[in-house]
């Protein structure tokens, strides 16, 4: 299978998860931009980009790359799998540090580090493997996976492939 034109209303689903993507990068970047504010509500900041980050990286692990072609994307998959293993562990260091209370620059420092994993991460997924989503996902799953978007959450317990 080839990678489809995402140029039509296909297209729709890997929009609106480069649109999250965008919207995890900002919860944390305010934690690093609001270095005056109160800690409590600089860290509720982080906690929700963490937060959205593990739910995104379910919806794909647990929802979108099995629909995927296995044959075409093996390869770009295992890479998704391990980074989002790095990215969870990266995730939960932060929110030991933030009970910890560590040192305000350290935290902007993993940050800043989780941030930088991020955007090397997205810049492969969003070209490679977001162009199959709309296409390889029945008009149901699609349906269900944009139910989750709007509103679903992380399942009690659930952790990443390669955490």
Partial sequence: MSAPNSGTAAGRLAQAFTREHHQIDEGIENYIANAGADPHARAQSLLSGIDALRRHIYLEEAIVFPHLPQDTLMMPLMVMHREH????????????SLRATTAPEQLETSCQ???????????????????????????????????????????????????
């Fill in 85 to 96: 293993g790095e990215l969870w562990r990266r995730m939960n260091a932060l929110e030991a």
């Fill in 113 to 163: 580090e989780l941030l930088s994993v991020l955007e090397q991460h997205n810049s492969k997924e969003e070209p490679i493997i977001y162009p199959y989503m709309d296409t390889a996902l029945s008009p149901e799953e699609q349906s269900h996976l944009e139910s989750l978007l709007d509103g679903g959450g992380l399942p009690e317990g659930w952790v990443c492939k390669a955490a």
